[in-house]
């Protein structure tokens, strides 16, 4: 029997499933692919998991208030009930407590097609029936999304609008990539992508003779191929090295004062800092190399080479997710301001090439499929990583991006599409806080951490049993997604639970629009090939790009250059800022007066790190970065993330040194500890990892220990994080500071039990 052929896509790529009995039996890379991932390996086995939730399920003790243990039994149910329980829970919470009381922001991922994105599907409907409390920017850049603006009058660089590969490799000839080029990022966009870029551009740039230079606490964060000079530097500390290039730069009169004079505003008062005429403290390569562990002499090196070469700053999104996370961002933007080349083709400042799939791949400026959102009635919203802070202290009021506001009373949380028992921090505070509310309704396709904290559970279809459309801004292809299977079990679309809500509720139509799936999907695509259209690009029908089950755009005429009629003239074309320039010194941020973050780049230590007092009972700076194997929490059971195991456990690197101090030996079951948690993870000793330094990647599904002060289990980092704002100007996610210690972990090992369903009472 030959399998039948279905096109799909997911964040990590397109790829046709292949189909037998009714069940997916591999998936096949996409043709047009140069270098697909092998994360698709996991999705058969994903679907058709034990682990996905078969029919609708109550927690049991929800309504006697039971606490959210995470290992609680749940009851099958009718759908027929747990639609009614649902709108029933959303009338009563409405009605007594306000719009107000639902949060509904719902953070998360998703699915890479868009008309069932299931985050967007549940802000659009929770919109439409009075409105929710939202959360606002994001995990990935929260920081870069509220410093760009008072600095250059947008984010739009932090979000892939960047100068683009064409320009850097005939352009360029030194790129200096802050927390490095790691491929193992490359393998994701959100949306997904037909191709997967990142390494035939950086091999290009290596082709065309461009120097790299990795500055990280981790080797590996630059392909090999790449010959990078790897600087290892302590983390969070990044801001401190860029200022020390910059006074460099300054008292070696290698600058570009042209430009710093025609482009850019409040140099004097930065420099009057950076020569430490107000705090008596020099910015130099003597200073900065006591805070980085970089050495004075490579500091002061890396800093000439720079101004004698056409050089590109690029900085991982990394840097600015950790305490005081808008400095590194500020400092970049003013490093490539001295060094001259902001709007000159291939050199200048961006972010992310490292960081995600399609980051300064040529493209013309066209829309990314979407379905539209109203907006939010209740006008209330969050930074989206304060949540805890909000469930613990209703009506504290609370500093964000120069405005006040009061943190809201939650009763009830909806979540879909995301998993905050992986993404938020200090998860053991966040179960504390995961009390408040009378009630949590989750739907997910998989019995994930979070769903195993909700009362009520509605099972989610995957992207292979529906039809979609996909596609992201920062790639060239729009793709089809055929429906290949049956819904597994019970699983429902959530567009499809939301419909049959809004129907019990009255909105149907206000949610549907009249449009069913497949109406939705066309539409989706027209506005696509509308904006192509108002480019003079002409695309297909629907029925032809369904058929074919993709459409390419063509490449844009001409290289991207960010900034280019700023550089030209800046007086015809003035940025976005209060001045028109490029902001060194802010008054805005002045007025703000905010000692978190000042109205210049400064260096601010973090809470924590490893020139901090606390260092001396917390030796090692824990790095949680993005996972190698798997999207986020995404696919931890299946067989490409469980094969990257150790132990049994997720992997934490440490440094031989680190290691033998401790008798660690690789593949010994270590804990992993802090004042704020403790989890177990397997231990792999990495010379490429710089001593004082621990990596864990995160997502790996929380398993609590069974009694209090038990470890958790599986190594998820997120117990060690510290929950806490960058700063009052952007409250985003500071998950990259945190200090601890690991220690050999010498008792029995208690087995994890994250991929084992909870206990189900049958359907009664
Ligand atoms: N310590 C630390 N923590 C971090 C980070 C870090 O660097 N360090 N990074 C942060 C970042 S940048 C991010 S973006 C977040 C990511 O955090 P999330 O986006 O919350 O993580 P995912 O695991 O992708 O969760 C998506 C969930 O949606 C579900 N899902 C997928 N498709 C569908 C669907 O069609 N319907 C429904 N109902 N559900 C679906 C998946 O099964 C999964 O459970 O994590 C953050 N957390
Ligand atoms: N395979 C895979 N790819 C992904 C994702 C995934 O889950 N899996 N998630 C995607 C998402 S949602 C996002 S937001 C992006 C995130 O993109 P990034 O934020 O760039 O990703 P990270 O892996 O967290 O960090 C990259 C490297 O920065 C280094 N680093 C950490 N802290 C510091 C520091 O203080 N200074 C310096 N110089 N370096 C530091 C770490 O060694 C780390 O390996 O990744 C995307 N790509
Ligand atoms: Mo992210």
Same mark, same amino acid.
């Given at each position: 029997?030959?399998?039948?052929?279905?096109?799909?896509?997911?964040?990590?790529?397109?790829?046709?499933?292949?189909?037998?009995?009714?069940?997916?039996?591999?998936?096949?890379?996409?043709?047009?692919?140069?270098?697909?991932?092998?994360?698709?390996?996991?999705?058969?086995?994903?679907?058709?998991?034990?682990?996905?939730?078969?029919?609708?399920?109550?927690?049991?003790?929800?309504?006697?208030?039971?606490?959210?243990?995470?290992?609680?039994?749940?009851?099958?149910?009718?759908?027929?009930?747990?639609?009614?329980?649902?709108?029933?829970?959303?009338?009563?919470?409405?009605?007594?407590?306000?719009?107000?009381?639902?949060?509904?922001?719902?953070?998360?991922?998703?699915?890479?097609?868009?008309?069932?994105?299931?985050?967007?599907?549940?802000?659009?409907?929770?919109?439409?029936?009075?409105?929710?409390?939202?959360?606002?920017?994001?995990?990935?850049?929260?920081?870069?999304?509220?410093?760009?603006?008072?600095?250059?009058?947008?984010?739009?660089?932090?979000?892939?609008?960047?100068?683009?590969?064409?320009?850097?490799?005939?352009?360029?000839?030194?790129?200096?990539?802050?927390?490095?080029?790691?491929?193992?990022?490359?393998?994701?966009?959100?949306?997904?992508?037909?191709?997967?870029?990142?390494?035939?551009?950086?091999?290009?740039?290596?082709?065309?003779?461009?120097?790299?230079?990795?500055?990280?606490?981790?080797?590996?964060?630059?392909?090999?191929?790449?010959?990078?000079?790897?600087?290892?530097?302590?983390?969070?500390?990044?801001?401190?090295?860029?200022?020390?290039?910059?006074?460099?730069?300054?008292?070696?009169?290698?600058?570009?004062?042209?430009?710093?004079?025609?482009?850019?505003?409040?140099?004097?008062?930065?420099?009057?800092?950076?020569?430490?005429?107000?705090?008596?403290?020099?910015?130099?390569?003597?200073?900065?190399?006591?805070?980085?562990?970089?050495?004075?002499?490579?500091?002061?090196?890396?800093?000439?080479?720079?101004?004698?070469?056409?050089?590109?700053?690029?900085?991982?999104?990394?840097?600015?997710?950790?305490?005081?996370?808008?400095?590194?961002?500020?400092?970049?933007?003013?490093?490539?301001?001295?060094?001259?080349?902001?709007?000159?083709?291939?050199?200048?400042?961006?972010?992310?090439?490292?960081?995600?799939?399609?980051?300064?791949?040529?493209?013309?400026?066209?829309?990314?499929?979407?379905?539209?959102?109203?907006?939010?009635?209740?006008?209330?919203?969050?930074?989206?990583?304060?949540?805890?802070?909000?469930?613990?202290?209703?009506?504290?009021?609370?500093?964000?991006?120069?405005?006040?506001?009061?943190?809201?009373?939650?009763?009830?949380?909806?979540?879909?599409?995301?998993?905050?028992?992986?993404?938020?921090?200090?998860?053991?505070?966040?179960?504390?806080?995961?009390?408040?509310?009378?009630?949590?309704?989750?739907?997910?396709?998989?019995?994930?951490?979070?769903?195993?904290?909700?009362?009520?559970?509605?099972?989610?279809?995957?992207?292979?049993?529906?039809?979609?459309?996909?596609?992201?801004?920062?790639?060239?292809?729009?793709?089809?997604?055929?429906?290949?299977?049956?819904?597994?079990?019970?699983?429902?679309?959530?567009?499809?639970?939301?419909?049959?809500?809004?129907?019990?509720?009255?909105?149907?139509?206000?949610?549907?629009?009249?449009?069913?799936?497949?109406?939705?999907?066309?539409?989706?695509?027209?506005?696509?090939?509308?904006?192509?259209?108002?480019?003079?690009?002409?695309?297909?029908?629907?029925?032809?790009?369904?058929?074919?089950?993709?459409?390419?755009?063509?490449?844009?005429?001409?290289?991207?250059?960010?900034?280019?009629?700023?550089?030209?003239?800046?007086?015809?074309?003035?940025?976005?800022?209060?001045?028109?320039?490029?902001?060194?010194?802010?008054?805005?941020?002045?007025?703000?007066?905010?000692?978190?973050?000042? *109205?210049?780049? #400064?260096?601010? =230590?973090?809470?924590? %790190?490893?020139?901090?007092? !606390? +260092?001396?009972?917390? &030796?090692?700076?824990?790095?949680?970065?993005?996972?190698?194997?798997?999207?986020?929490?995404?696919?931890?059971?299946?067989?490409?993330?469980?094969?990257?195991?150790?132990?049994?456990?997720?992997?934490?690197?440490?440094?031989?040194?680190?290691?033998?101090?401790?008798?660690?030996?690789?593949?010994?079951?270590?804990?992993?500890?802090?004042?704020?948690?403790?989890?177990?993870?397997?231990?792999?000793?990495?010379?490429?990892?710089? *001593?004082?330094? #621990?990596?864990? =990647?995160?997502?790996? %599904?929380?398993?609590?220990? !069974? +009694?209090?002060?038990? &470890?958790?289990?599986?190594?998820?980092p997120n117990v060690l994080t510290l929950d806490i704002g960058t700063s009052p100007l952007a409250q985003a996610t500071s998950a990259q500071t945190a200090l601890v210690e690991i220690e050999r972990w010498n008792a029995p090992a208690p087995p994890v039990r994250a991929f084992a369903p909870p206990e189900l009472a049958p359907a009664v």
């Open positions: 029997m030959t399998a039948a052929r279905f096109p799909s896509l997911a964040h990590w790529g397109a790829f046709t499933a292949l189909v037998e009995n009714g069940r997916v039996i591999g998936c096949e890379p996409f043709a047009r692919d140069p270098a697909p991932s092998n994360m698709l390996d996991a999705i058969p086995a994903m679907v058709h998991s034990p682990l996905r939730i078969a029919r609708p399920a109550i927690r049991e003790g929800w309504r006697a208030g039971k606490p959210r243990t995470g290992n609680d039994r749940f009851r099958e149910v009718s759908w027929d009930e747990a639609l009614s329980l649902v709108a029933e829970e959303l009338t009563q919470v409405r009605g007594k407590f306000g719009n107000t009381a639902i949060l509904g922001g719902s953070y998360g991922w998703s699915s890479a097609g868009r008309v069932h994105h299931a985050r967007t599907l549940t802000r659009r409907f929770l919109f439409l029936g009075g409105g929710c409390v939202d959360q606002v920017a994001n995990y990935s850049f929260g920081a870069a999304t509220y410093i760009l603006p008072r600095v250059i009058g947008t984010f739009a660089p932090i979000n892939g609008d960047v100068t683009d590969w064409p320009s850097i490799v005939k352009n360029a000839r030194m790129m200096i990539a802050f927390g490095g080029l790691a491929l193992k990022n490359g393998q994701v966009t959100s949306g997904g992508a037909g191709a997967h870029s990142l390494e035939t551009w950086l091999r290009r740039a290596k082709a065309a003779g461009i120097d790299f230079v990795s500055i990280s606490p981790v080797k590996s964060d630059a392909p090999d191929f790449l010959g990078a000079q790897w600087i290892p530097i302590r983390p969070n500390t990044d801001t401190a090295l860029m200022l020390a290039m910059v006074h460099t730069l300054l008292t070696e009169g290698r600058y570009d004062a042209q430009f710093m004079l025609r482009h850019c505003t409040g140099f004097e008062t930065f420099c009057d800092y950076l020569l430490g005429r107000g705090d008596g403290v020099t910015k130099d390569v003597d200073w900065a190399a006591g805070i980085t562990a970089v050495p004075a002499e490579t500091i002061r090196e890396l800093a000439r080479r720079a101004s004698s070469t056409p050089t590109m700053i690029t900085c991982a999104w990394s840097l600015q997710r950790a305490h005081h996370g808008e400095q590194p961002c500020w400092a970049a933007i003013v490093l490539a301001a001295m060094l001259g080349g902001i709007g000159l083709p291939g050199t200048g400042f961006a972010f992310g090439h490292g960081s995600a799939n399609g980051i300064g791949v040529p493209r013309i400026d066209v829309a990314g499929p979407e379905v539209p959102l109203p907006i939010n009635p209740a006008r209330t919203m969050i930074p989206v990583a304060r949540i805890v802070d909000m469930l613990l202290a209703p009506g504290e009021s609370y500093e964000f991006n120069g405005r006040r506001y009061a943190y809201p009373d939650i009763e009830l949380i909806y979540w879909a599409g995301g998993n905050p028992f992986h993404h938020h921090q200090d998860l053991n505070r966040l179960r504390r806080a995961w009390q408040k509310p009378q009630t949590v309704v989750v739907h997910d396709g998989w019995w994930t951490p979070t769903a195993r904290h909700a009362d009520i559970v509605l099972p989610a279809t995957t992207a292979l049993e529906r039809n979609d459309v996909g596609g992201s801004s920062r790639d060239t292809f729009v793709l089809a997604m055929h429906r290949a299977i049956n819904p597994v079990g019970e699983a429902r679309n959530d567009f499809d639970i939301f419909r049959a809500l809004a129907q019990r509720l009255g909105y149907e139509h206000a949610f549907t629009l009249g449009r069913d799936e497949m109406a939705w999907c066309e539409w989706v695509y027209n506005k696509v090939r509308a904006s192509a259209q108002a480019k003079g690009v002409a695309l297909p029908g629907f029925q032809q790009f369904w058929a074919e089950g993709f459409v390419e755009l063509p490449p844009p005429e001409r290289d991207y250059v960010l900034f280019e009629d700023f550089r030209r003239d800046p007086e015809a074309h003035p940025l976005k800022t209060p001045s028109g320039r490029i902001e060194i010194t802010s008054q805005a941020l002045a007025a703000l007066d905010y000692t978190e973050c000042p *109205p210049h780049p #400064a260096w601010l =230590a973090p809470a924590e %790190w490893l020139g901090s007092a !606390a +260092a001396q009972r917390w &030796p090692i700076h824990l790095l949680t970065n993005q996972p190698a194997t798997r999207l986020h929490a995404q696919m931890d059971p299946g067989p490409v993330s469980r094969a990257s195991k150790v132990a049994g456990r997720e992997p934490v690197r440490i440094n031989p040194a680190d290691a033998a101090h401790r008798g660690i030996c690789n593949g010994d079951i270590v804990r992993v500890f802090n004042a704020r948690g403790a989890c177990l993870a397997g231990a792999v000793i990495d010379a490429g990892v710089m *001593p004082g330094v #621990a990596v864990m =990647a995160t997502g790996a %599904w929380f398993d609590p220990g !069974a +009694a209090e002060g038990e &470890p958790e289990r599986h190594g998820n």
